[in-house]
């Protein structure tokens, strides 16, 4: 079974930064071979949002809330997925959940909480 973890979030102060990690754990899966790679979040009572895509040719999409603050990359090398997130506001507080795909395949982290304080 395929499992996803990310690490890097945490509680940081508005204006601060935090680099999330995705990568597979236990098992020969390697996220390299997926054609898709993206990072989601949840805040409390809202729905999930797609923060970032990035495909495997290269070409990437923010979500308009973060544009300018955020960059996605992933590191063929260490088989992971990332997401450099600077300029953190308030509104940035949510669980994050990276999300790697190849039709049909689709998996997805178990998310990591990441709390900017104001």
């Known amino acids: 079974q395929v499992q996803l973890v990310e690490s890097g979030g945490g509680l940081v102060q508005a204006g601060g930064s935090l680099r999330l990690s995705c990568a597979a754990s236990g098992s020969i899966f390697s996220i390299n071979d997926m054609v898709w790679y993206r990072w989601h979040r949840q805040a409390p009572g809202k729905q999930r949002e797609l923060v970032a895509s990035?495909?495997?040719?290269?070409?990437?999409n923010y979500a308009d809330s973060v544009k300018g603050r955020f960059t996605i990359s992933t590191d063929s090398a260490k088989s992971t997925l990332y997401l450099q997130m600077n300029s953190l506001k308030p509104e940035d507080t949510a669980v994050y959940y990276c999300?790697?795909?190849?039709?049909?395949?689709?998996?997805w982290g178990q998310g990591t909480q990441v709390t900017v304080s104001s």
């Open positions: 990035i495909h495997i040719g290269g070409s990437t």
């Open positions: 999300n790697v795909e190849r039709f049909p395949r689709n998996y």
